[in-house]
């Protein structure tokens, strides 16, 4: 009972001193909980990882995803379904009042499909993810500069890099312009980085620097550089568990301008990548020579606001010339295109493609759009897109189908949202290689979602 | 060379008495002195001369348009040994740039040309008032040093200078030397102080003995309303409740409000984040306009602009999907028209000439991770388009065009920086922090939430408040501004996308005293958030805001007006 009483005295001796605490805790969330309804779901599955690798090599092709990634684009009577999911983040930032200091833990549950783990009846599942661990502070003898380190969000550029990695990160801004430097580990194969029985060619390390520049009417230009030594990998024949080879290793080195613009109505946003390297397989080294392109024009008159946009990813078009031809990411979201049924959408987990890119294809985009803002609470759009891979060398044909997408968000409070989507794809030539009986049907998929965030 | 003789007698004076404080006198006679120039240019209602702070001007400072006299002859010799110069009018400046300055005239306008003779501090009629009564000898030695101002007898000033120091009979010269047991203070024709320095140790009151001149007025204090008499079968209680008028409700939950006296009325802009409305602002709320903007972004914040005489416009930041929408509007007959093209900035104005309007438009960037950039320009109309101007004064790096004012604060006619951030006050003579008070400053309804990269797949999530900007008022009536600004108590722990957090809110002194800021509190606690103040004839003008349900319902903002008493 004293100890009891002992803390209830500390607790209120802090309460009443917080004003005097140099001191601030601030919760950050994100609960979303998403539901998805599709006359294919086998498409609701991700055909090609952003963050695995895609190798065309001496003929044959590789990749670092195990096992058999390949749905079928033909519907079955047992394919047309309906799930739930939760995805719930929460990040803590500790820091003094003037935020010179800066510590954030963020943590996720999901994503849980209600009746699987974690959302099940019942529940009580271990569904915990550390996200963000790291301390953001301003050095003491430069009060422009910040270091970051810890498990942090990396951003270079959202079609290259713009997920989580352990690492430091050192940034300035000086006036118009901002700068980085910054180093990151990963280790794809989980063999474990730093193990004292590993060397280290067992994990990658990446290195990256950029540079922007903000003019004065708040346009800016981004130039970047990544260089990813990949390390060590294990790669498989397309559809296989079974190792083809442990001695594959890969160097990377990405070289990026991004643009984004507003004149009066008028806004653009861009960028080119640039992709070299080389990957040493057995002692046999293949050449990296791959590009992006993404650009987007953006037109408001009034509440309506219209959309084109396209996007090239080159790709191998040969599997034995020595080279590869075809663009890699490192880890992104393509969400940002808008795309319902293909891309990245409301159930961000259950994409065809998290990459903007179909296996070693490559990607052709083209799409054009329509938002009309009905009043402060809502919005309406819709999108039509022309999806085709750069390449047809392993698909026969390059055209994946035209989508057409309507959607409507309604904010219902402050922070929470309620938005539903819906897409029909016109199935291409291209989907009936990956169809069981060559011949693809289209698809139609739904997507909603009940999203807080503060 | 009138400068050197100066220090000179001053030197010897000092020299001679002894006892004579060095600073004070040298400083005044260093700052009074007469500086050439020429007038170089008419610019609308102003003047620009050909002077910059290097010659030592300082925003204020007074000259004398010199109107060249009959040329005096030597008898003998035949040489012109001088000029019967005099006065053709007064100047005053009001902003300094780097090579020139900007001034306004404030007698015989029309006499003023290009090209004219102009001497600081010369031939102007010059009044001591001496409110220590200990100050003649302090005088005697001034006017000596100054021999180039028209000194009025101290005998004749003292019996002309009112009771306690005000502008009452200030129009009897143009520049006043008012020492009071504060310090003393060169003011302007206006009586609005040009350069402050502190008391001479000879002229500080005797500690034992009881203050022998009139005490400065005493300082306001909010009226409460009468308690309400005693009814029959009734009981009389005791109004604890918070002491304000209420002219009216504004039909809305406003997150942010400004005001702005034009001719006879006051004027309040008002917005719930979504439209904007206005009010004349009297003894009752009367709505008189509004508009929602063409592109319906987020409000944040208002600012009234008054970039030239007569003219009004209404500054608005606001947000819209992952960036800045902001726009200017004219206000004319009772409308609002769009002013060129939606910008990308937080925008702010400011009173920094110190004359009751706010002249100053500023546009700060847009930073993804902080959101208060480093970069701050100027907007200036030109032709009906904005264009950005650098700015000739020096920003600390964590200000913000939101929630800030600059005021002179401390007497020496130059302009101090006041910003609220993130709960804390800071007070800011160019770069050099004077001041950063406890954090409990601020707390604003009006905030915006915004991810560091809205395309990346991860992302921190930022929040920005805008702070009501803090009013600059003499509320002691010494002469010398206070800030009053919106404080309020939060708790440790914040989610700042859900709420505010505001518990409680508060008005807040703070005070250049004795060569430092001190903090009191003006007025009783309310446990609504402040979304707009000010200060107009006497009373004390704030909204106060209930936010209402989540989803928007049965929020609602009062006007609150407190009168202000002595």
């Given at each position: 009972?004293?100890?009891?009483?002992?803390?209830?005295?500390?607790?209120?001796?802090l309460?009443?001193a917080?004003?005097?605490?140099?001191i601030?805790v601030?919760?950050h969330?994100?609960?979303?909980?998403?539901?998805?309804?599709?006359?294919?779901?086998?498409?609701?599955?991700?055909?090609?990882?952003?963050?695995?690798?895609y190798y065309?090599?001496?003929?044959?092709?590789?990749?670092?995803?195990?096992?058999?990634?390949?749905?079928?684009t033909?519907?079955?009577s047992?394919d047309?379904?309906?799930?739930?999911?939760?995805?719930?983040?929460?990040?803590?930032?500790?820091?003094?009042?003037?935020?010179k200091?800066?510590?954030?833990?963020?943590?996720?549950?999901g994503?849980?499909?209600?009746?699987?783990?974690?959302a099940?009846?019942?529940?009580?599942?271990?569904?915990?993810?550390?996200?963000?661990?790291?301390t953001?502070f301003?050095l003491?003898?430069?009060?422009?500069?910040?270091?970051?380190?810890g498990?942090q969000?990396?951003?270079?550029?959202a079609l290259?890099w713009s997920?989580?990695?352990?690492?430091v990160?050192w940034t300035r801004k000086?006036?118009?312009?901002?700068?980085?430097?910054g180093?990151?580990?990963?280790?794809?194969?989980?063999?474990?980085?730093?193990?004292?029985?590993?060397?280290?060619?067992?994990?990658?390390?990446?290195?990256?620097?950029?540079?922007?520049y903000?003019?004065?009417n708040?346009?800016?230009?981004?130039?970047?550089?990544?260089?990813m030594?990949?390390g060590?990998?294990?790669?498989?024949?397309l559809?296989s568990?079974?190792?083809?080879?442990?001695?594959?290793?890969?160097?990377e080195i990405?070289?990026?301008?991004?643009?984004?613009?507003?004149w009066?109505n008028?806004?653009?946003m861009g960028?080119?990548?640039?992709?070299t390297?080389?990957?040493?397989?057995?002692?046999?080294?293949f050449?990296r020579?791959a590009?992006?392109?993404?650009?987007?024009?953006?037109?408001?008159?009034?509440?309506n606001t219209f959309?084109?946009?396209g996007?090239?990813?080159?790709?191998?078009?040969?599997?034995?010339?020595?080279?590869?031809e075809?663009?890699?990411?490192?880890?992104?979201?393509?969400?940002?295109?808008?795309?319902?049924i293909i891309f990245?959408n409301?159930?961000?987990?259950?994409?065809?493609?998290?990459?903007?890119?179909?296996?070693?294809?490559?990607?052709?985009?083209?799409?054009?759009?329509?938002a009309?803002?009905?009043?402060?609470?809502?919005?309406?759009?819709?999108?039509?897109?022309?999806?085709?891979?750069?390449?047809?060398?392993?698909?026969?044909?390059?055209e994946?189908g035209?989508?057409?997408?309507?959607?409507?968000?309604?904010?219902?409070?402050?922070g929470l949202?309620?938005?539903?989507?819906?897409g029909?794809?016109?199935a291409?030539?291209?989907?009936d290689?990956?169809?069981s009986?060559?011949?693809?049907d289209?698809?139609f998929?739904?997507d909603?979602?009940?999203?807080?965030?503060? | 060379?009138?400068?050197?003789?100066?220090?000179?007698?001053?030197?010897?004076l000092?020299?001679?008495?002894?006892?004579a404080p060095?600073?004070?006198?040298e400083?005044l006679v260093?700052?009074?002195q007469?500086?050439p120039g020429y007038v170089?240019?008419?610019?609308?209602?102003e003047?620009?001369?050909?002077?910059?702070?290097?010659?030592?001007?300082?925003?204020?400072?007074?000259?004398?348009v010199?109107?060249?006299?009959?040329?005096?002859?030597?008898p003998?010799?035949?040489?012109?040994?001088?000029t019967?110069?005099?006065?053709?009018?007064?100047?005053?400046?009001?902003q300094?740039?780097?090579?020139?300055s900007?001034?306004?005239?404030?007698?015989?306008?029309?006499?003023?040309?290009?090209?004219?003779?102009?001497?600081?501090y010369?031939?102007?009629?010059?009044?001591?008032?001496?409110?220590?009564?200990?100050a003649e000898?302090?005088?005697?030695s001034?006017?000596?040093?100054?021999p180039?101002l028209?000194?009025?007898?101290?005998?004749?000033?003292?019996a002309?200078?009112?009771?306690?120091?005000?502008?009452?009979?200030?129009?009897?010269?143009?520049?006043?030397?008012v020492?009071?047991?504060?310090?003393?203070?060169v003011?302007?024709?206006?009586?609005k102080?040009?350069?402050a320095?502190p008391?001479?140790?000879?002229?500080?009151?005797?500690a034992?003995a009881?203050?022998?001149v009139?005490a400065p007025?005493a300082p306001?204090?909010?009226?409460h309303?009468?308690?309400?008499a005693a009814?029959?079968?009734?009981?009389q209680?005791?109004?604890?409740?918070?002491?304000f008028?209420?002219?009216?409700?504004?039909g809305?939950?406003?997150?942010?409000a400004?005001?702005?006296?034009?001719?006879n009325?006051?004027?309040?802009?008002?917005?719930?984040?979504t439209?904007?409305?206005?009010?004349k602002?009297g003894?009752?709320?009367v709505p008189?306009a509004e508009?929602?903007?063409?592109?319906?972004?987020q409000i944040?914040?208002l600012?009234?602009?008054?970039p030239?005489?007569?003219k009004?416009?209404l500054a608005?930041s606001?947000?819209?999907d992952?960036g800045?929408?902001?726009?200017?509007?004219?206000?004319?007959?009772?409308?609002?028209?769009?002013?060129?093209?939606?910008?990308?900035?937080?925008?702010?104005t400011?009173d920094?000439?110190?004359?009751?309007?706010?002249?100053?438009?500023?546009?700060q960037?847009?930073?993804r991770?902080?959101?208060?950039?480093?970069?701050?320009?100027?907007?200036q109309?030109?032709?009906?388009?904005?264009v950005?101007?650098?700015i000739?004064?020096?920003l600390?790096?964590?200000?913000t065009?939101?929630?800030?004012?600059?005021?002179d604060?401390?007497?020496?006619r130059k302009?101090?920086?006041?910003?609220?951030r993130?709960?804390?006050?800071y007070v800011?003579?160019?770069?050099?922090q004077?001041?950063k008070?406890?954090?409990?400053?601020?707390?604003s309804?009006?905030?915006i939430m915004?991810?560091?990269?809205p395309?990346a797949?991860?992302?921190?999530m930022?929040?920005?408040?805008?702070?009501?900007?803090?009013?600059?008022?003499d509320?002691?009536?010494d002469?010398?501004?206070?800030?009053?600004?919106?404080?309020?108590?939060s708790s440790?722990?914040?989610?700042?996308?859900?709420?505010?957090?505001?518990?409680?809110?508060?008005?807040?002194?703070?005070?250049?005293?004795d060569?430092m800021f001190?903090?009191?509190?003006?007025?009783?606690?309310?446990?609504?958030?402040?979304?707009g103040?000010?200060l107009?004839?006497?009373?004390?003008m704030?909204?106060?805001?209930?936010?209402?349900?989540?989803?928007?319902e049965?929020g609602?903002?009062?006007?609150?007006?407190?009168?202000l008493?002595h």
């Amino acid at each position: 009972m004293k100890q009891f009483k002992l803390a209830m005295a500390i607790l209120i001796a802090l309460a009443m001193a917080t004003p005097a605490l140099a001191i601030n805790v601030e919760w950050h969330g994100d609960f979303n909980n998403r539901f998805s309804y599709s006359t294919q779901t086998d498409l609701s599955q991700r055909v090609s990882n952003d963050s695995d690798k895609y190798y065309g090599l001496g003929g044959d092709f590789y990749t670092t995803k195990k096992g058999n990634p390949i749905p079928d684009t033909k519907k079955g009577s047992n394919d047309s379904d309906f799930f739930g999911e939760l995805k719930y983040r929460m990040d803590m930032t500790v820091s003094d009042d003037e935020k010179k200091v800066k510590g954030v833990v963020g943590f996720e549950f999901g994503s849980s499909k209600f009746g699987g783990s974690g959302a099940d009846f019942g529940g009580d599942d271990n569904i915990f993810e550390l996200r963000w661990a790291y301390t953001d502070f301003e050095l003491p003898f430069d009060s422009s500069s910040r270091l970051t380190v810890g498990l942090q969000p990396v951003g270079y550029n959202a079609l290259l890099w713009s997920d989580n990695a352990g690492g430091v990160k050192w940034t300035r801004k000086d006036g118009n312009w901002g700068y980085s430097l910054g180093w990151f580990r990963n280790d794809l194969n989980q063999i474990g980085s730093g193990n004292s029985t590993n060397d280290k060619n067992d994990y990658d390390d990446a290195y990256a620097a950029d540079l922007t520049y903000v003019f004065d009417n708040g346009n800016s230009l981004n130039a970047f550089v990544v260089y990813m030594d990949q390390g060590q990998e294990t790669v498989y024949e397309l559809g296989s568990s079974t190792a083809a080879t442990s001695n594959l290793q890969d160097e990377e080195i990405w070289l990026g301008l991004s643009g984004n613009g507003k004149w009066n109505n008028l806004s653009a946003m861009g960028t080119a990548m640039y992709l070299t390297g080389e990957v040493d397989v057995d002692g046999e080294t293949f050449d990296r020579n791959a590009y992006l392109v993404h650009g987007q024009l953006d037109y408001t008159v009034g509440k309506n606001t219209f959309t084109l946009g396209g996007l090239y990813a080159s790709g191998d078009d040969d599997p034995t010339d020595g080279d590869l031809e075809n663009f890699d990411v490192i880890d992104i979201s393509t969400s940002i295109l808008g795309s319902v049924i293909i891309f990245d959408n409301y159930a961000d987990d259950n994409s065809f493609s998290q990459a903007p890119y179909v296996f070693d294809q490559g990607y052709q985009l083209i799409y054009v759009g329509a938002a009309h803002k009905l009043n402060d609470k809502t919005k309406l759009w819709a999108k039509y897109f022309w999806h085709n891979t750069a390449e047809d060398t392993a698909l026969g044909d390059d055209e994946i189908g035209h989508e057409f997408v309507v959607g409507a968000s309604y904010t219902i409070m402050k922070g929470l949202t309620a938005d539903i989507n819906a897409g029909y794809l016109v199935a291409g030539d291209a989907l009936d290689a990956i169809s069981s009986d060559g011949n693809s049907d289209d698809v139609f998929r739904t997507d909603a979602r009940i999203q807080f965030k503060f | 060379m009138i400068s050197k003789v100066s220090v000179w007698l001053v030197a010897l004076l000092l020299a001679a008495v002894g006892t004579a404080p060095a600073g004070t006198l040298e400083d005044l006679v260093g700052d009074l002195q007469p500086v050439p120039g020429y007038v170089v240019l008419p610019v609308q209602d102003e003047y620009l001369i050909d002077l910059d702070a290097t010659k030592g001007l300082v925003v204020g400072d007074l000259f004398s348009v010199v109107q060249v006299g009959e040329k005096i002859t030597h008898p003998v010799t035949g040489k012109v040994i001088g000029t019967l110069d005099t006065s053709k009018g007064v100047l005053q400046v009001t902003q300094i740039k780097e090579g020139f300055s900007h001034s306004k005239a404030l007698s015989n306008k029309s006499a003023i040309k290009r090209g004219d003779s102009i001497r600081r501090y010369d031939g102007l009629r010059t009044a001591f008032w001496d409110y220590t009564g200990k100050a003649e000898g302090f005088y005697s030695s001034l006017k000596a040093a100054l021999p180039a101002l028209d000194w009025q007898d101290f005998a004749a000033a003292q019996a002309e200078k009112p009771a306690n120091p005000s502008a009452a009979n200030a129009t009897v010269a143009d520049l006043f030397i008012v020492a009071t047991r504060d310090g003393i203070t060169v003011r302007d024709t206006t009586y609005k102080v040009v350069r402050a320095y502190p008391l001479p140790a000879e002229l500080l009151p005797a500690a034992a003995a009881p203050a022998a001149v009139a005490a400065p007025a005493a300082p306001y204090r909010l009226e409460h309303p009468a308690k309400p008499a005693a009814i029959a079968q009734g009981v009389q209680y005791d109004m604890t409740m918070p002491g304000f008028q209420t002219p009216g409700g504004l039909g809305f939950a406003a997150v942010m409000a400004d005001f702005v006296r034009t001719g006879n009325d006051l004027l309040m802009a008002a917005t719930d984040g979504t439209v904007v409305k206005l009010y004349k602002a009297g003894d009752k709320l009367v709505p008189v306009a509004e508009f929602k903007p063409e592109t319906v972004p987020q409000i944040l914040s208002l600012h009234w602009w008054q970039p030239a005489s007569g003219k009004l416009y209404l500054a608005v930041s606001a947000w819209k999907d992952t960036g800045l929408n902001s726009s200017i509007y004219r206000y004319e007959d009772g409308k609002f028209t769009s002013v060129d093209k939606v910008l990308p900035y937080t925008l702010g104005t400011f009173d920094r000439d110190g004359d009751g309007s706010r002249e100053l438009l500023l546009a700060q960037n847009f930073d993804r991770e902080t959101f208060w950039g480093t970069i701050v320009r100027e907007l200036q109309l030109q032709s009906g388009k904005l264009v950005t101007r650098d700015i000739g004064f020096e920003l600390p790096r964590r200000f913000t065009v939101g929630g800030s004012l600059m005021a002179d604060l401390d007497g020496d006619r130059k302009p101090e920086t006041v910003f609220v951030r993130d709960g804390l006050m800071y007070v800011y003579s160019g770069n050099k922090q004077r001041y950063k008070s406890p954090k409990m400053m601020g707390g604003s309804v009006s905030r915006i939430m915004f991810e560091e990269q809205p395309n990346a797949r991860e992302t921190k999530m930022h929040f920005a408040a805008f702070e009501v900007p803090p009013v600059a008022v003499d509320l002691d009536n010494d002469g010398s501004p206070e800030l009053l600004s919106v404080a309020s108590e939060s708790s440790l722990m914040s989610a700042p996308g859900i709420s505010a957090n505001v518990s409680k809110s508060w008005l807040a002194v703070v005070k250049f005293r004795d060569g430092m800021f001190v903090k009191g509190t003006l007025g009783e606690e309310l446990d609504l958030p402040l979304q707009g103040l000010t200060l107009d004839q006497k009373r004390v003008m704030m909204v106060a805001t209930q936010a209402g349900s989540v989803f928007g319902e049965n929020g609602g903002s009062q006007l609150l007006v407190f009168p202000l008493v002595h």
